[in-house]
């Protein structure tokens, strides 16, 4: 039987397509560090791994399997810049910090693919990507939004397409037009995680799988978190929950709001199908964003239903399954094997959070649909960080993310209603 998370809903095509996972043991017993982290995606591998190249002593410790959360079961595209248009944070922010935030994501991409190639990490990346318009009267913002880039923001590998040209690329007349950005791509995101963990525990990080966290304070200059077999005590902390973090923490649990993405995964299309004969990554003008690409071997990841509570839905391949067939109905009846979902951060403002919640305890998270390039960045910006250099990590560290409304008993139903508002407005 294909291996599921015991955190997220579904078996994963990601999971069945690796072959080799290796396991890490349980912590048994107390432990010092220089540095503890309490999370196993994205973020915690990252950080674990930049910190024990540089000869830190770090711990790190992973409720469940790395790569069982949103890092191992994502979209897997990597996008470019922030989740918000550049033009839209300038507007907000000023030219100067919108600026330093896209070359600061720049160079998170950058680092990502440079991270991989470097530690002979196979991540199936294929470049492209296209974001499109679901609503004609959409296509001039992303016309405008195509020669800002260009032009105002300095990054060449952007245009507009008609909705021709949409089509074409697409191979789905459903689209009205959109903009193709050859400077980014879509990459396995298993593959990246279980390369990440290896690095980590090769570089000398401590790593222990399947032991869960069950509180984090500081007291007397030092960070303790608890677990159910030991108590780790290092002189600093990364919490990289994301949005499994529960009740561990609650200025995080405040600001970062848990929403299930869900994904499936059909039988390889075959050499000769017109669905996206360029392999490249897609994402649409919903707020519910429908995203979708083409895996190394042909198969069609969809992405698109989104639910904004912790609870595990019912039919998703079903879901999946009429989703598909809106944007390309010769598919209608094409076989899924894989439906599975996951649970990512966003916050209010769908900005990342990142904030010394306790003295030398920073919580990072909150990536909002953006993580894949992102979070395995600010992993590195925290080991930065512990070196002595916060300038960068400061870039996120300063956004402003308020809390989300109603406390712990009505912020979730409060963003349920909020959301499917948003979510009616994109069928209007």
Request: proline letters at 8%; aromatic letters at 8%.
């Given at each position: 039987m294909a291996y599921q998370s015991p955190v997220s809903p579904g078996y994963s095509w990601y999971e069945d397509s690796v072959e080799d996972?290796?396991?890490?043991?349980?912590?048994?017993?107390?432990r010092r560090a220089d540095v503890v982290i309490v999370g196993g995606g994205f973020t915690g591998l990252s950080a674990a791994a930049h910190l024990a190249k540089?000869?830190?002593?770090?711990?790190?410790?992973?409720?469940?399997?790395f790569g069982d959360g949103a890092s191992g079961r994502n979209g897997g595209q990597l996008g470019t810049g922030q989740r918000a248009w550049a033009e839209e944070l300038e507007a907000e922010l000023g030219f100067t910090r919108a600026k330093a935030l896209f070359d600061?994501?720049?160079e998170a991409k950058a680092h990502l693919l440079d991270f991989a190639a470097m530690n002979h990490i196979d991540i199936d990346y294929l470049p492209g990507q296209m974001s499109v318009a679901h609503k004609k009267r959409y296509v001039k913002s992303y016309e405008a939004h195509a020669a800002i880039i260009r032009n105002r923001f300095g990054y060449e590998h952007i245009t507009f397409m008609d909705a021709r040209e949409t089509a074409e690329r697409l191979g789905s007349t459903r689209y009205f037009g959109g903009v193709r950005d050859t400077g980014t791509g879509h990459i396995h995101p298993m593959k990246l995680a279980i390369g990440t963990a290896r690095v980590a525990a090769e570089a000398g990080a401590h790593l222990f799988e399947n032991t869960r966290a069950t509180g984090i304070s500081a007291s007397g200059g030092k960070a303790r978190v608890a677990t159910e077999k030991g108590t780790i005590i290092a002189e600093?902390?990364?919490?990289a929950v994301n949005a499994y973090g529960g009740d561990l923490e609650p200025v995080s649990a405040a600001h970062v709001m848990p929403i299930g993405s869900f994904i499936g995964a059909t039988v390889p299309l075959g050499e000769d199908s017109?669905?996206?004969p360029g392999f490249e990554a897609v994402d649409d003008s919903r707020f519910v964003v429908r995203y979708f690409r083409r895996t190394r071997d042909g198969r069609l990841l969809f992405g698109g239903r989104e639910i904004y509570s912790t609870t595990e839905p019912a039919g998703i391949r079903n879901a999946i399954s009429r989703q598909i067939a809106e944007i390309y109905p010769a598919l209608k009846d094409i076989e899924i094997t894989h439906a599975?979902?996951?649970?990512v951060g966003i916050t209010m403002p769908r900005r990342p959070?990142?904030?010394?919640?306790?003295?030398?305890?920073?919580?990072?998270?909150g990536y909002s649909g953006h993580g894949v390039m992102l979070s395995n960045f600010v992993g590195k910006l925290y080991a930065e960080t512990v070196a002595g250099n916060r300038d960068r990590l400061r870039l996120f560290e300063e956004l402003k993310i308020p809390p989300f409304p109603g406390g712990r008993l009505l912020r979730a139903p409060l963003l349920f209603l909020a959301l499917n508002w948003y979510a009616l407005r994109d069928r209007l």
């Open positions: 996972r290796p396991t890490y043991p349980v912590l048994d017993g107390d540089a000869g830190i002593d770090v711990t790190l410790v992973e409720a469940h399997r600061l994501a720049e600093k902390a990364l919490i017109p669905v996206l599975w979902g996951g649970y959070f990142v904030r010394e919640v306790m003295p030398n305890i920073i919580s990072a998270g």
